[in-house]
């Protein structure tokens, strides 16, 4: 069974940063793509980002220029940078491990809050 941990989450201000952890359990991370999502209150869950076994990355438009996704895979654990943190990227955010169409493992979510 896999695990995965998200951590680094928090209240920042407007224009500020904050870098996003995801642990995962087990041997399968190395070969999986792994995703950013998040979900802001009322709205439905949605792809922020998201990187391959190989390092090839895709971003949302909205985050683009801002938010950077990687991997260590020694380390078993991706990372989301979100720099120019603004007001609407408040939301809980989780990681995904992909394991098929429309199937993954997720983890439990960490709370980013932009505001003054």
């Known amino acids: 069974q896999v695990q995965l941990v998200e951590s680094g989450g928090g209240l920042v201000q407007p224009g500020g940063s904050l870098r996003l952890s995801c642990a995962a359990s087990g041997s399968r991370f190395r070969i999986s793509v792994m995703d950013w999502y998040r979900q802001a209150p009322g709205k439905q869950r949605d792809l922020v980002a998201s990187i391959t076994s190989g390092g090839s990355t895709s971003y949302v438009d909205s985050v683009k220029g801002r938010f950077t996704i990687s991997r260590d895979n020694a380390k078993n654990t991706v990372y989301l940078q979100m720099n120019s943190l603004k007001p609407e990227d408040t939301a809980v955010y989780y990681c995904?491990?992909?394991?098929?169409?429309?199937?993954?493992?997720w983890g439990q979510g960490t709370q980013v809050t932009v505001s003054s």
């Open positions: 995904k491990m992909v394991t098929g169409p429309n199937l993954g493992y």
